[in-house]
């Protein structure tokens, strides 16, 4: 057995891995890539892998970019912090679509899926779109947090952004008021709803009403002016200017 992994996120790859050994015992992990632009001169120039573990983000683009240049057959599992590409997903020859953090029990059930796709290659791609919707992630409505000695519930709706200052988690209302979560921001940012929040940068996730203005900047860039916020940098890169784009259209 052949795995290929794509993924930009060191860490995520060796978890995965890991959860993959008990598995693939006898498995060869030929290559671990992080761009699209890898992805595609790797396919260009080896041999077909068995399986594919791909995330979706990667750190130069959207991954379907390497299928639309690249024609595969290869099975892939995708593993993803987004739901919102589920359907795109299973249009590549996707066995599953795991949301992160992944779950072992889920990652075992995608794994059956692979095995029993060997034995029946035809998948029926409405059941695929069934279980995912039966499926479907359930996303944070509120958080706990702690105001003095108070402790109180906010509810997502109110949250006009999350942000990381100093390794510490921040959620910030659309009052202006800010609390001190628990949380990573990427634990944050897996808990609600990518149609709802989008994670600008390293230290903003913020939800669509936040955002005050937006301004084209260099090395087409964009910065963001968020409500209640004194941040006068705020900037998306490049890579994630068509994604953020796509996501005010939604």
Known sequence: MRILIIE???PAA???KKLLEPHFSEAEFIAELDTVKKSINWFQENKPADLIFCDIQLADGISFEIFENIKLSTPIIFTTAYDQYAIKAFQVNAVDYLLKPIDPEELKRAISKFNLQQLTPALDFSALTSY???NKKNYK????VRFG???QSISTEDVSFFY???RVTFLQTFEGKKFVLDSTLEQVESQVDPKQFF???RKYLCSYPSISDIFTYSNSRLKIKLHHCQDDDILISREKVSDFKNWLDG
């Open 164 to 166: 990381s200052e100093e």
């Open 149 to 151: 000695e108070k402790i």
């Open 8 to 10: 930009d996120e060191r």
């Open 132 to 134: 995912l919707e039966q």
């Open 14 to 16: 060796n978890r995965l």
């Open 199 to 201: 994670r600008i940068n």
């Open 141 to 144: 409505s509120r958080y706990l």
